[in-house]
């Protein structure tokens, strides 16, 4: 996962013309550290993403814009356009990752 430390790399990331995902996390948070131990072979297995990760403390606009009001939470984006949402309660185990991506290619 590609970290975004700048509002102007994550505009640059989302305006693309392929699907992103943005993971927004924080370094003190126990559930993101949850997920990293499990997230590796989902972005293998849904590789048509880019995967991109940002820290909500060092962009809380960009957390605020998006509605994330949990962490981790997982937004796609395809050409600037926020597509989908997974919010932190329901981003806790590999399954719920998992059925929310596989809802997307519906």
Known sequence: MKPITSTEQFNEVI???EPVIVKFQAGWCP???RMDMFIDPIMEEY???KWFDVNRDELPE???KYEV???PSLLIFEKGEKKAHL?????KTPESVTEFL???KK
Not at 87 to 91: E, F, G, K, V
């Open 47 to 49: 590789n048509e993403y």
């Open 102 to 104: 596989a809802n997307q």
């Open 31 to 33: 559930d993101c550290t």
């Open 62 to 64: 960009l957390a605020e």
């Open 15 to 17: 305006e693309g013309t």
């Open 69 to 71: 009001m949990g962490i």
């Open 87 to 91: 919010h932190s309660a329901n981003a």
